[in-house]
C-alpha cells in the first residue's frame, strides 16, 4: 500500500506543473474575441471575431471570423481570416518556423464534439518570399472542405532586407 501511495505523490508532483505550463502555453495562443453578430432573432447562430497573434511571428495579427451556434452539437464549419504585418517581421522570427510545404498548425479549437476543429496552419512561401495563412475545418461539410487563405507578404520588412542580402552575399 505504501509503495502504490508513493508512486501516486510522485506521479502527481510530475503531472500538475506539467499540466500548469501548458495550460499557460496554451491560454497564450488563445484568441480574444473582438466581435459579436448576431445572425437574426429567431436564430441562436451568431458570427464570432476573434484576434490572435501569431506566436512565432509577432508582427503578423489574424483575424477569424466563424459561425457559432448555441444550441447545436456541431458549429457549422464557415470561416474566415484575414491576416496583417501589425509589427516587424525578422529574418530571426523566420529562422523559427517550420518551412515544410505543409506548414505547421498555430491554432486549433474544436467545433463540435464529433471531431470537427478549426486549424490555422502557418506555410512560408519562401520563392515569393510571404507568410500564408490557411484556415481550415477538419471534417468534411455537405461535400465540401470549408477553408479560407490569407497572405502576408514579406515585403519591406528588415526580414525581406536580410533575405535580400544574405542573397546577395551566396551569389
Not at 56 to 75: K, M, P, R, Y
Amino acid at each position: 500500500m505504501k509503495k502504490s501511495m508513493c508512486t501516486f505523490r510522485n506521479l502527481k508532483a510530475v503531472m500538475l506543473p506539467l499540466a500548469t505550463i501548458l495550460s499557460l502555453l496554451l491560454g497564450g495562443c488563445s484568441p480574444k474575441e473582438v466581435g459579436d453578430v448576431s445572425l437574426g432573432l429567431f436564430t441562436t447562430k451568431d458570427i464570432k471575431i476573434q484576434t490572435f497573434n501569431d506566436p512565432a511571428i509577432s508582427g503578423v495579427t489574424c483575424h477569424i471570423s466563424h459561425v457559432e451556434a448555441n444550441l447545436d452539437l456541431a458549429d457549422p464549419s464557415d470561416m474566415s481570416i484575414a491576416c496583417r504585418q501589425t509589427g516587424e517581421i525578422t529574418a530571426a522570427m523566420l529562422s523559427k518556423i517550420d518551412k515544410s510545404k505543409s506548414g505547421e498548425v498555430i491554432f486549433a479549437t474544436s467545433k463540435s464534439i464529433l471531431f470537427k476543429h478549426l486549424k490555422i496552419r502557418r506555410i512560408f512561401d519562401a520563392d515569393n518570399r510571404t507568410l500564408i495563412y490557411l484556415s481550415y475545418s477538419t471534417k468534411e461539410s455537405v461535400g465540401s472542405d470549408k477553408h479560407s487563405l490569407t497572405t502576408v507578404p514579406l515585403w519591406g520588412t528588415q526580414a525581406w532586407q536580410e533575405l535580400e542580402q544574405n542573397k546577395a552575399v551566396t551569389k
